[in-house]
Nanobody
Protein backbone atom coordinates (compact mmCIF):
# COMPACT_ATOMS: atom_id res chain seq x y z
CA UNK A 1 0.00 0.00 0.00
CA UNK A 2 1.19 3.54 -0.70
CA UNK A 3 0.50 6.36 1.74
CA UNK A 4 0.28 10.07 0.98
CA UNK A 5 0.20 12.44 3.94
CA UNK A 6 -0.99 16.03 3.61
CA UNK A 7 -2.38 18.93 5.60
CA UNK A 8 0.71 20.19 7.36
CA UNK A 9 1.60 23.83 7.59
CA UNK A 10 2.48 26.79 9.78
CA UNK A 11 0.08 27.67 12.58
CA UNK A 12 0.19 29.80 15.70
CA UNK A 13 0.14 28.23 19.13
CA UNK A 14 -3.40 27.41 20.15
CA UNK A 15 -4.45 26.83 16.57
CA UNK A 16 -5.60 23.70 14.78
CA UNK A 17 -4.64 21.59 11.80
CA UNK A 18 -6.05 18.44 10.30
CA UNK A 19 -3.68 15.98 8.70
CA UNK A 20 -4.87 13.46 6.15
CA UNK A 21 -3.25 10.26 4.94
CA UNK A 22 -4.65 8.73 1.78
CA UNK A 23 -3.88 5.10 1.03
CA UNK A 24 -3.82 3.38 -2.32
CA UNK A 25 -5.39 -0.01 -2.93
CA UNK A 26 -8.70 -1.62 -2.12
CA UNK A 27 -7.81 -3.29 1.19
CA UNK A 28 -7.45 -0.22 3.41
CA UNK A 29 -9.73 -1.70 6.05
CA UNK A 30 -7.26 -4.57 6.52
CA UNK A 31 -4.71 -2.17 8.01
CA UNK A 32 -4.30 -0.65 11.41
CA UNK A 33 -3.07 2.92 11.04
CA UNK A 34 -0.85 5.21 13.03
CA UNK A 35 0.66 8.67 13.16
CA UNK A 36 4.21 9.32 14.29
CA UNK A 37 6.33 12.46 14.38
CA UNK A 38 9.97 13.43 14.38
CA UNK A 39 11.28 16.76 15.58
CA UNK A 40 14.72 18.03 14.55
CA UNK A 41 17.44 16.28 16.51
CA UNK A 42 15.02 13.84 18.10
CA UNK A 43 13.93 10.29 17.45
CA UNK A 44 10.63 9.52 15.81
CA UNK A 45 7.86 9.07 18.36
CA UNK A 46 4.38 7.65 18.49
CA UNK A 47 1.47 10.09 18.32
CA UNK A 48 -1.77 8.18 17.75
CA UNK A 49 -3.07 4.88 16.39
CA UNK A 50 -6.38 3.39 15.33
CA UNK A 51 -7.54 -0.12 14.62
CA UNK A 52 -9.01 -1.37 11.35
CA UNK A 53 -12.61 -0.43 12.10
CA UNK A 54 -11.91 2.80 13.96
CA UNK A 55 -13.41 1.55 17.19
CA UNK A 56 -10.17 1.39 19.13
CA UNK A 57 -7.68 4.24 19.47
CA UNK A 58 -4.51 5.04 21.39
CA UNK A 59 -2.70 8.32 22.02
CA UNK A 60 0.62 9.46 23.36
CA UNK A 61 0.31 11.18 26.71
CA UNK A 62 1.65 14.40 25.21
CA UNK A 63 -1.27 14.73 22.77
CA UNK A 64 -4.14 13.03 24.57
CA UNK A 65 -7.11 15.40 24.84
CA UNK A 66 -5.78 17.66 22.08
CA UNK A 67 -5.42 15.33 19.07
CA UNK A 68 -8.04 13.00 17.58
CA UNK A 69 -7.35 10.18 15.17
CA UNK A 70 -10.11 8.92 12.90
CA UNK A 71 -10.51 7.03 9.66
CA UNK A 72 -12.93 6.79 6.77
CA UNK A 73 -12.59 3.37 5.19
CA UNK A 74 -14.85 4.37 2.29
CA UNK A 75 -12.27 7.03 1.37
CA UNK A 76 -9.14 5.01 2.25
CA UNK A 77 -8.08 7.86 4.50
CA UNK A 78 -6.94 8.33 8.07
CA UNK A 79 -7.03 11.73 9.76
CA UNK A 80 -5.31 13.44 12.65
CA UNK A 81 -7.20 16.43 14.02
CA UNK A 82 -4.78 18.54 16.03
CA UNK A 83 -6.20 21.21 18.34
CA UNK A 84 -4.61 23.48 20.93
CA UNK A 85 -1.30 23.14 19.17
CA UNK A 86 1.90 23.93 21.03
CA UNK A 87 5.37 24.85 19.75
CA UNK A 88 6.60 21.46 20.97
CA UNK A 89 4.25 19.80 18.46
CA UNK A 90 6.50 21.09 15.67
CA UNK A 91 7.72 18.07 13.74
CA UNK A 92 7.55 16.07 10.55
CA UNK A 93 4.43 13.92 10.85
CA UNK A 94 4.29 10.47 9.28
CA UNK A 95 1.40 8.10 8.76
CA UNK A 96 1.94 4.37 8.76
CA UNK A 97 -0.03 1.21 7.99
CA UNK A 98 0.19 -2.26 9.49
CA UNK A 99 -1.41 -5.52 8.44
CA UNK A 100 -3.26 -6.45 11.58
CA UNK A 101 -6.16 -8.29 13.14
CA UNK A 102 -9.38 -6.35 13.62
CA UNK A 103 -8.86 -5.20 17.20
CA UNK A 104 -5.15 -4.42 16.98
CA UNK A 105 -3.95 -0.90 17.82
CA UNK A 106 -0.20 -0.50 17.37
CA UNK A 107 1.96 2.05 19.14
CA UNK A 108 5.35 0.52 18.23
CA UNK A 109 6.76 1.90 14.98
CA UNK A 110 8.67 -1.33 14.44
CA UNK A 111 5.37 -3.13 13.91
CA UNK A 112 4.30 -1.01 10.95
CA UNK A 113 4.76 -2.23 7.39
CA UNK A 114 4.28 0.89 5.26
CA UNK A 115 5.14 4.57 5.73
CA UNK A 116 4.14 7.79 4.07
CA UNK A 117 6.57 10.54 3.14
CA UNK A 118 5.73 12.91 6.00
CA UNK A 119 4.11 16.32 6.23
CA UNK A 120 5.66 19.23 8.15
CA UNK A 121 3.82 20.86 11.02
CA UNK A 122 5.30 24.05 12.45
CA UNK A 123 3.73 25.78 15.46
CA UNK A 124 4.91 29.29 16.23
CA UNK A 125 4.79 30.78 19.70
Amino acid sequence: VQLQASGGGLVQAGGSLRLSCAASGRTFNNYAMGWFRQAPGKEREFVAAINRSGGFKSYADSVRGRFTISRDNSKNTVYLQMDSLKPEDTALYYCAAARAILSDVRTDEGRYDYWGQGTQVTVSS
